[in-house]
C-alpha cells in the first residue's frame, strides 16, 4: 500500500462478473470517502477473452492503471487468469484464487495447453495465497451467480475496508431481489480465512 | 453529491448539465457509451441518436448548432476521418450554438485499426482541442467547450483516450442549465461556403487562431504546479496522472487546451525549470511545435510514439534520461506463459457458416469493420483483408479489375457496415461493370460495439419504432440483378449458392438471414447437442469451426488425439458441427 493507496487488480475471463465485482469495491472505497479509480478495456467481442479490472483507492488516486510489481492483492475469477498476471502482485502481496478452470476453445487446435499445476506453481510464488472453490459454495448456496460476492468476501480479509459499508453497497448494487442472498454469500466468503 | 462514473459517462453527463439539445454519433470503441448513457438517462431533456455514420452524425450535429441547440457529435478516432470532409469546412463556418465533436482515440488499439492521434485535426483544422485527464474534467470541460465553441464560433473538438473514456472515477454532478438560443439565422456569408465567402471566413478563420492562442494564456485550462525546479514536465490527458504518479515532486504544466498551445505560459515556465521534459502519448504533438517556437525540450527520446503510455513506461522514460536512480522501479517478476484467449465468433454466429462456406469454396475474402473480421483468426482464417468502413465491396472490385489473381474475390460486410458506407461502393461495382459477389451478413445489429441499432433494423437510439432501410431493394436499386437469401445454417445450401454466385459473370449479392445470438436480446434455443464419446473419432473437424461451446473431452482415441465435447451451458443449437461431423457422433437433445 504504497502511497497510502491500495491496489486490487481483479481478473477473470469475460461473463464471469469481473466488472461488477470492481464496481462494488470502487463504491465502498467511495462510501467510505475515498478517492477511487478503476480501468478496463471493453473493446472487440470480448465473450471468453482475458478481462482485468484494475481498481485503486486511497487519499489521492492520480493513474487509472496499477502498475506492474505495484498490486497489493490479486483476485482472480479463474485460476490461469490469475497466474497470467501474478507478475504483477508487489513483494508481500497477497492473491486470491478461484479455482475453476475456463479452458479455452483455442485448445482444440492442439497448439495450446492449458497450464499444468498452476495451484502450485501460484501457491510457490506467493506465501500469501488463498484458493477457495467459489463454484461450491455459490453451488450450495443455490445460485452460482454468487461467485463473485463470496470472492468479495474472501477479498474483504485482505484489504481494510468496513464491513458494514461493504454488506450496504451489495445492498443496493445486487440484481433486484438477490440482496440478501448476495450479502450471505459475501459473509460466506468473509469466513474463510 | 459525488458518483462513480466513468469519462463517457462524464461526458454525457457534462454535456447535459451545460445545456446540451442535440447528439448524435455512429458506435464506436472507445467512444459508443456517451450517446448510450444519453439516451438512457437525459433523453427526456437531449434529442440522442444513431446516425448512419460519423459523416452524417457530424453534419447533423452542425445543422442543430446552426439551428441554435447545443450539440454534440461523438465517435471512434478513425470515425474522424469519414467526418473529416465537413470538419474541415466547418471550421470556417463556425457555429450557431455550442458544437462539440468528441474523438475517442484509442491508444494501444485496444478495439481498433490504428492509432493515430487526432489532436493533429485540431491543428489541421484550427480548432481548439480540448483534453480531460480524469472524469471530473470530462464533465467540467463540457461547459469550458460550449462555451468556447460560442465565444470564438468556433466548433471545438473534445479528444477522449481508452483510458479516459473507460476509466471511472469520482466525479461531482451538478444541475442542468440551459442557455437561450435563437434559432436558424440566415447568413449566407458565414454559412454558404462558395469561394468568395470561404475566402473570407478562411481569414477569420486564421484571426480566430490568434484570438485562442491569446486565450490559451490565459485560461485555468492550462495549470501550473510548481513543484522541484529541477524537473518541468509539459503533459495532458492520461499522461498527465502518469507522469504525477512517477514524479510527483516535479513541477508541472498541465494543459487541458491541448491546442492552440499557450507558448508565452511555456516559455516562462520553461525558464524556471532546469530540465523540460514533455510527457505525451502517441505523436510528438506539443513537443515538436514547442521546439519550433525554440524552446528546448525533451520528449519522445524517454517516452515512445508506439502504444498508450502507463505508470512503468513513463518511469523507465525518466529512469532511462538519468532523472531517477534504476531502483525506482521494482524489481521485474518473471512472467508465467499462460496460453491466450483470442477473442472468438460467439457459440451460434451466424457469421461462422458464411466463412466455414467460403473456406470450403476457396476463394479471396475481402473484409470489413466487424465480428466477422473474427474470421481471419485460426482456425476459420477465411478473411484476407480488413482496412476501413466499407472497404470489402471495392476491395473485391480491385482485386478482379488488377487482372493478377486467378481466385475471385468475394466481398463480406456487415448490415451496419454496409449502411454505414458500403452503398456507395457496391453502385460503383455496377456503374463499372464489376461481377464480384457481395456478401451481406445481416444479423439485424450493430454488433461489435455491443448491440446497437441502425436505419435497417426499425428502432431508434430513443427507443421509437421506425421505418427500416430494406437492404435487398437497396441492392436492386444501385443495380444488381441477381440478390438471393441464404440460411447460413445451412451449410449444403449456403455452399451451393455461395458456389454459383461466386461463378456468376455478373454483380450478384447475397444477403443472411439470421440474427445475432446475443443482441438485442440473448436467444434461446429449444434444442442443443452433445457429442456421442463412443461415436467420436476425434478427427477434429467440429474443432475446425471455432465454435467456443466445443472443447477437448478427456477421452482421447488410439493414436492419442482428443475427443469433443460441447459445452451445454454455451450451445445454441445452431447446428453447425453437427452438419461437418462425418461420424454422426454429434446427436440433437432437448435444452
Redesign the interface.
Known sequence: MKNGTTNVLIVGVGGQGVLLASEMLCEVAKVLGLDTKKSEVHGMSQRGGVVTSHVRFGKKVYSPLIAEGEADVILGFEIAEALRWVHYLRPGGTIIVNEQKMIPPITTTGKFSYPEKVEETIQKRVPKTTIIDAYAIAQKLGNTRLVNTILLGVLSNAIDLEEEKWLQVIERMAPKGTGEINKKAFLEGRAIK | M?M?LSGNEAVARGMYEHGGEFASAYPG??STEILQTIARFFKADVYAEWSINEKVALEAAVGASYGGARSLAAMKHVGVNVAADPLMTLSYTGVGAGLILVSADDPSL??SQNEQDNRCYGKFASIPVLEPA?SQESLDMMKDAFEMSEKFDTPVLFRMT??IS?????VKIGERRVNDHAGFEKNIAKYVMVPSNASVRHKIVIERLEALKAFAETTPLNKVEMGDRTIGIITGS?AY??A??VMPGASFLKLGLGYPLPMKKITDFARQVERLFVVEELEPFYEEQILAAGIPCEGKKWFSNFMEL???RV?EGFIAAGVLPKSAA?????????????????PGCPHRGVSMALKKIGVIVTGDIG?YT?SAL??LETVDTCLCMGASISHAFGIEKAKKTKKKAVAMIGDSTFLHSGITALANVVYNRGTQLTIIVDNRIT??T?GQDHPGTSKTLMGEKTNAVDLEAICRAVGVEHVRKIDPYDQEETIKILKEEVDRPAASVVITTRPCM?FPSKIKTERIFHVVLEKCTAC?AC?RI???A???AEEKNEKGR?K?LIDPELCTGCSLCFQVCSSEAIEEVEN
Do not use: D, W
Open positions: 459525488e462513480l470503441t472507445p485496444h478495439s480524469n481508452t483510458r473507460h476509466s471511472k472515477g469520482l492520461v496522472q502518469y504525477k504518479e502507463n505508470v512503468e518511469r521494482p524489481a521485474k517478476q518473471a512472467e508465467e506463459k499462460v496460453l491466450p484467449r483470442p477473442p472468438v465468433l460467439c465480428c473474427l485460426p482456425p454488433a461489435m455491443g446475443l477434429g474443432f471455432g465454435c467456443p466445443i472443447s477437448a482428443p469433443a
